[in-house]
């Protein structure tokens, strides 16, 4: 949350507690400041106060609503949403905790690589920029520099005691591609090259087909596709061939899909009236639909294998670091549930989409995706926080940062009596 709009909740908080209380002069505003202050989560030495609670809970919320998805999992969201939060503070809070306890230290050079790795990664070019941006997220620089610290600290700590227990066997991945085996189908593809005869230089539709319809005998003569365009390419009464490559079932308009997809080898389909004219398109070469091998899947079933494991044994060890911790939670009603999913991946175990609480360790690059899966979305703790020097992190719209998230403790002090 920006810090205005945190003003903004603190000050609505003490004003609904000086209505309550009445016109006791320098009274309410220091109880409602109290209050807020309140500490709602110890994890040994760390704390985090109601206040912190109310800053993350917002933003949370702020995130929901940024979303487009559907109404009903956005209620639900919002239902959970104090949940989320306050679990996101404990996680964060063991693992800081615990990244204490190794005396786990990000040096200012590592963090000068991470900002200067984040404002690639996010096309950040100039200072300008960097400070437009930092002022949209309601950071400052030193703001910013100190939840990469803290959030290279936390990464580290699952680095050194969680990634040594994800251990995957070639025989698990071949059980898996066994057991999965209609996940790694490819579907019966078509390489395609096009060419559309357009309507901005030829107006009269009858002229359009005329030309069409020429284009389709020669190339069926056995003149390739670019040769027989080439005069009317030039004269701009085409565009020039482009290179489709192979597509799949629902890749093309239903239309065009229609008109190619039974065709033979080498031939051009009628001519289909679309966007800018009359398009033309020419099947170069089929694939069947074919199971692939597993030598070709093996490193995506790996990499899912190791997120799953990962996100187990993450579960495991959080549950580890509480009872080798001194806990007191005291958490607001709607957080009470707050343990339940402890560890899990948000966006899936647990609350879809809400940001994730624990950074974890990117998984294995260049994996590829397996068929029929949607290909992985950068984490939710990578699009909120800032890079690693590794290069974590997505690229977002040139000069914007991804948007704060509350990352510490910050108690705010009781306003001084009049």
């Known amino acids: 949350m920006r810090p205005a709009a945190a003003r903004i909740l603190a000050a609505a908080l003490l004003l609904v507690l000086v209505r309550a209380l009445g016109p006791f002069p320098g009274l309410a505003p220091a109880l409602a400041a109290a209050m807020l202050n309140r500490v709602v989560l110890r994890v040994n030495d760390q704390i985090a106060t109601l206040y912190d609670y109310e800053l993350r809970r917002a933003e949370f919320t702020k995130e929901i609503l940024r979303r487009e998805q559907n109404p009903e999992l956005r ?55 960097y400070a437009a941006a930092l002022a949209q997220n309601g950071l400052t620089d030193e703001q910013l520099r100190a ?97 489709l490559g192979w597509v799949s079932p629902g890749d093309l308009d239903k239309s065009l899909e229609a008109a190619v997809w039974k065709l033979p080898v080498n031939s051009v389909s009628e001519p289909v009236a679309g966007r800018g004219g009359l398009h033309l398109l020419q099947v170069i070469d089929r694939r069947p639909s074919r199971i692939q091998a597993f030598n070709e899947v093996s490193a995506a079933i790996q990499a899912k294998e190791q997120d799953r494991v990962f996100t187990e044994e993450t579960a495991k060890y959080l549950v580890e670091l509480e009872h080798k911790s001194l806990v007191v939670a005291d958490p607001p009603a709607e957080a009470a549930g707050f343990r339940r ?38 984490p939710d703790d990578a699009k909120n926080l800032p890079a690693s020097p590794t290069g974590e992190g997505g690229i977002q719209k040139p000069g914007t940062l991804p948007p704060p998230k509350p990352t510490s403790p910050s108690p705010i002090p009781p306003p001084s009596r009049q």
């Not at 050079?109 to 920029?129: H, P």
């Not at 998984?363 to 992985?376: D, F, M, Y």
Request: charged share 35%; net charge neutral; glycine share 6%.
């Open 75 to 129: 209620k639900e969201e919002l239902k959970q949403v104090g949940e989320a939060a306050f679990r996101a503070m404990f996680e964060e809070l063991l693992l800081d905790s615990r990244a204490e306890q190794l005396a786990i230290t990000v040096g200012d050079k590592e963090v000068e690589a991470a900002v200067a790795q984040m404002r690639q990664n996010f096309g950040i070019k100039s200072d300008e920029e």
């Open 147 to 243: 939840q990469m610290r803290r959030t290279m600290r936390m990464r580290e700590v699952m680095s050194k005691e969680i990634q040594s227990r994800v251990k995957i066997k070639e025989e698990d991945l071949r059980r898996y591609y066994r057991k999965n085996i209609e996940q790694f189908r490819l579907p019966e593809q078509v390489q395609l090259r096009e060419v559309v005869v357009l309507e901005a230089a030829t107006p009269a539709a009858e002229e359009r087909s005329s030309l069409a319809a020429a284009i389709r005998k020669e190339v069926a003569a056995g003149k390739p596709l670019a040769d027989a365009v080439a005069q009317d390419a030039a004269k701009g009464r085409t565009g020039k061939v482009t290179e």
């Open 341 to 378: 999913n402890l560890g899990t991946k948000t966006g899936e175990e647990s609350i879809p989409g809400l940001p994730a609480a624990a950074p974890r360790p990117p998984a294995t690059p260049g994996a590829a995706v397996a068929p029929g899966e949607v290909k992985p979305q950068l």
